[in-house]
């Protein structure tokens, strides 16, 4: 069986193994592929997994000899399903696999808003502490988490995590009422609409996937419900925030800042206006990359290859 991974580097550069996959069949990595390249290196092909190389239903047809496609991932939107579907290809994810270290990731970019950890680290090593007439001093406020509250939008495996680390640290909670899991019961939980949560939240971070519904989201008329204090997180998806919105809401100080994992366009374009935006955080798409994550992704990916395999495919999203 012919195994091919058009894009395997950001999950393993070196320091992971493949070798679960060998076992399996012949095994060909590539590290990236191009577009113009995905026929070329897909055909023959029976199992290929990719990560964001794009399967459109034009280049499925092209592929007579594809079985099954496994995304190395949560969202499966690089490839065309209904297509898939058609041609009888299995495709399946890898869901719930990097949900700690993203929700420690949502709490690294809230916490360096809150603290500016890295800002006092800076400002010490550059002598501004050996200078000063105090035994402390600060250069940005600092703000205590305790009795805050927290708006999570989107509560699956994420978004319940980030709940359960902001009531440990003393928060209140609100969760979108779209959100389609039920609610722990917890007394500081609470259920509200989206415009409630925005407005009442000192912090709102974002944990729901990229659909029709929540693409552009988060634009001006949405953050002009916020605090002017308030922070926005995005660990989701770029594309629910409209970036040139969000710009202007913390020049003007709408908001108080932001912290993002994810950009609309990545790598990004060297024009982004948020790369000029006050007290914005912005981290390269790292949430997910723990070596702990990508280890856990690429056993469930070698997993869902051998259930395949033997007839029993799991993790199957068409």
Same mark, same amino acid.
């Given at each position: 069986?012919?195994?091919?991974?058009?894009?395997?580097?950001?999950?393993?550069?070196?320091?992971?193994?493949?070798?679960?996959?060998?076992?399996?069949?012949?095994?060909?990595?590539?590290?990236?592929?191009?577009?113009?390249?995905?026929?070329?290196?897909?055909?023959?092909?029976?199992?290929?997994?990719?990560?964001?190389?794009?399967?459109?239903?034009?280049?499925?047809?092209?592929?007579?000899?594809?079985?099954?496609?496994?995304?190395?991932?949560?969202?499966?939107?690089?490839?065309?399903?209904?297509?898939?579907?058609?041609?009888?290809?299995?495709?399946?994810?890898?869901?719930?696999?990097?949900?700690?270290?993203?929700?420690?990731?949502?709490?690294?970019?809230?916490?360096?808003?809150?603290?500016?950890?890295?800002?006092?680290? @800076?400002?010490?090593?550059?002598?501004?502490? !050996? $200078?000063?007439?105090?035994?402390?001093? *600060?250069?940005?406020?600092? %703000? #205590?988490?305790?009795?805050?509250?927290?708006?999570?939008?989107?509560?699956?495996?994420?978004?319940?995590?980030?709940?359960?680390?902001?009531?440990?640290?003393?928060?209140?909670?609100?969760?979108?009422?779209?959100?389609?899991?039920?609610?722990?019961?917890?007394?500081?939980?609470?259920?509200?609409?989206?415009?409630?949560?925005?407005?009442?939240?000192?912090?709102?971070?974002?944990?729901?996937?990229?659909?029709?519904?929540?693409?552009?989201?988060?634009?001006? @008329?949405?953050?002009?419900?916020?605090?002017? !204090? $308030?922070?926005?997180?995005?660990?989701? *998806?770029?594309?629910?925030? %409209? #970036?040139?919105?969000?710009?202007?809401?913390?020049?003007?100080?709408?908001?108080?800042?932001?912290?993002?994992?994810?950009?609309?366009?990545?790598?990004?374009?060297?024009?982004?206006?948020?790369?000029?935006?006050?007290?914005?955080?912005?981290?390269?798409?790292?949430?997910?990359?723990?070596?702990?994550?990508?280890?856990?992704?690429?056993?469930?990916?070698?997993?869902?290859?051998?259930?395949?395999?033997?007839?029993?495919?799991?993790?199957?999203?068409?």
């Amino acid at each position: 069986m012919k195994i091919v991974i058009l894009d395997g580097y950001t999950i393993n550069p070196g320091d992971l193994s493949w070798d679960g996959l060998r076992e399996l069949g012949e095994l060909a990595v590539y590290d990236r592929t191009m577009p113009e390249q995905v026929y070329e290196r897909a055909a023959g092909a029976e199992v290929l997994l990719i990560n964001k190389a794009v399967l459109g239903g034009d280049m499925l047809k092209r592929l007579p000899d594809l079985k099954y496609v496994g995304v190395l991932a949560t969202g499966y939107n690089v490839i065309d399903l209904d297509e898939a579907t058609r041609h009888g290809i299995v495709v399946t994810n890898v869901p719930a696999y990097s949900t700690e270290s993203v929700a420690q990731m949502t709490f690294a970019l809230i916490l360096e808003l809150c603290l500016h950890v890295q800002r006092h680290s @800076d400002s010490v090593m550059s002598g501004n502490w !050996s $200078a000063c007439p105090d035994f402390s001093y *600060r250069e940005y406020p600092l %703000v #205590e988490l305790a009795s805050k509250t927290l708006g999570i939008i989107g509560y699956g495996n994420i978004g319940r995590k980030v709940c359960q680390i902001a009531c440990a640290m003393g928060m209140k909670v609100m969760v979108a009422e779209s959100a389609r899991k039920n609610l722990p019961t917890q007394k500081n939980i609470l259920r509200v609409g989206l415009h409630e949560l925005l407005s009442e939240s000192d912090i709102v971070t974002i944990h729901c996937p990229l659909t029709p519904e929540t693409r552009g989201m988060i634009n001006i @008329d949405n953050l002009r419900l916020m605090k002017p !204090s $308030a922070f926005l997180i995005n660990t989701s *998806r770029g594309p629910v925030v %409209v #970036e040139k919105d969000l710009a202007l809401a913390l020049n003007e100080g709408i908001i108080g800042g932001a912290g993002l994992d994810v950009l609309s366009t990545e790598p990004p374009s060297p024009d982004n206006p948020l790369f000029n935006a006050r007290n914005c955080l912005i981290t390269p798409h790292i949430a997910w990359a723990t070596l702990e994550a990508r280890k856990r992704l690429i056993d469930i990916a070698i997993e869902n290859v051998r259930a395949f395999i033997l007839g029993s495919p799991v993790n199957v999203v068409n």
